[in-house]
């Protein structure tokens, strides 16, 4: 029996990767984020994003152990902050395996600044950014077994994704991409798409300079995870009110039910991408 963590920024398809390596018929998942059960919340959460903050493992494991299967090989685990608490979950979990995933800070900053549930604009989401790459880049360096790859590269290949992850631990032995997609009349909808034109338009020159002020802090960070930083621009001004504009159309149609979510998907898909 081993413990495996999925090790990832937030809203960058962690959701979807814990699903297809759950998929697996010798995985073990919790019913949702092991940060969010009833009996660990009280420990996990509200300091959840504060590097000093201490988390009592041995508590936790117990209670996340009543949940698990624990007759299946891998038992499963995905809370996006734990990325900041990898070697301290290494000491209390062993074995431990990691897979660990990031994505693009533009299209990262643009999805936490365009949440209703908090108060980040887009200087605060990139600050947000530095602090999970640094600390994926010491997960990366430091911890034990861990395979690494981007949101990017999820997204335009997950059946490379998925025999990567089989190469890394074989004994998952298979993972199902069917499992977490969605299917409608107009076929097979994949697994994952690549979002990151989309939000990456939606930003404006305005948003771009805030953003690279604070990426530009530690330039080394981009080149590690294969980022290039984007420049602000009046084209980038007229895009993101192009692509705004057109996101709310397409949500106000989907809403009032003039068209099915799928169809809305694609459609945006061709007018933003």
């Known amino acids: 029996m081993s413990f495996l963590f999925i090790l990832s920024t937030p809203f960058s398809g962690s959701t979807i990767l814990w699903q297809l390596v759950g998929s697996s ?18 420990v996990m959460r509200g300091r959840h994003w504060d590097p000093d903050y201490e988390i009592p493992w041995e508590r936790v494991r ?7 299967d624990s007759s299946k090989e891998f038992l499963l685990e995905k809370s996006p902050p734990n990325l900041l608490r990898a070697a301290a979950i290494q000491e209390h979990f062993e ?25 980040m604009d887009v200087a605060s989401a990139a600050e947000f950014w530095l602090q999970c790459a640094q600390a994926q880049t010491r ?3 430091e911890l034990d077994h861990i395979l690494f790859f981007t949101y990017e590269e999820f997204a335009e290949d997950p059946a490379a994704i998925r025999d990567r992850i089989l190469e890394f ?14 299917h409608s009349f107009m076929g097979h909808e994949p697994i994952i798409r690549n979002l990151n034109p989309i939000q990456i338009r939606r930003l404006t020159s305005r948003d771009i300079a805030r953003i690279n002020r604070v990426l530009r802090r530690e330039p080394q960070l ?10 602000p621009s009046l084209a ?21 039910g003039i068209l099915p ?10 007018v933003l991408e």
């Not at 117990?62 to 698990?68: G, I």
């Not at 981009?222 to 420049?231: C, K, N, R, S, T």
């Not at 979510?261 to 061709?270: A, D, F, N, Q, T």
């Open 25 to 42: 018929p010798h995985a073990s998942s919790l019913p949702a984020e092991g940060q969010h059960m009833d009996s660990v919340r009280e």
């Open 62 to 68: 117990l209670e996340w152990e009543k949940e698990w």
């Open 95 to 119: 074995p431990a395996y990691f897979i660990g995933m990031i994505r693009n800070p533009y299209a990262f900053c643009e999805g936490v600044a365009r949440r209703p549930d908090n108060d």
């Open 139 to 141: 997960n990366k360096a």
């Open 169 to 182: 631990l074989p004994e998952l032995e298979c993972l199902d991409l069917d499992e977490p997609s969605d």
């Open 222 to 231: 981009m080149a590690d995870f294969g980022y290039d930083f984007i420049e």
């Open 236 to 256: 980038q001004t007229i895009g993101s009110l192009k692509a705004k504009a057109s996101s709310y159309a397409l949500r106000a149609a989907r809403f009032r």
């Open 261 to 270: 979510g799928p169809i809305v998907r694609r459609i945006e898909k061709l």
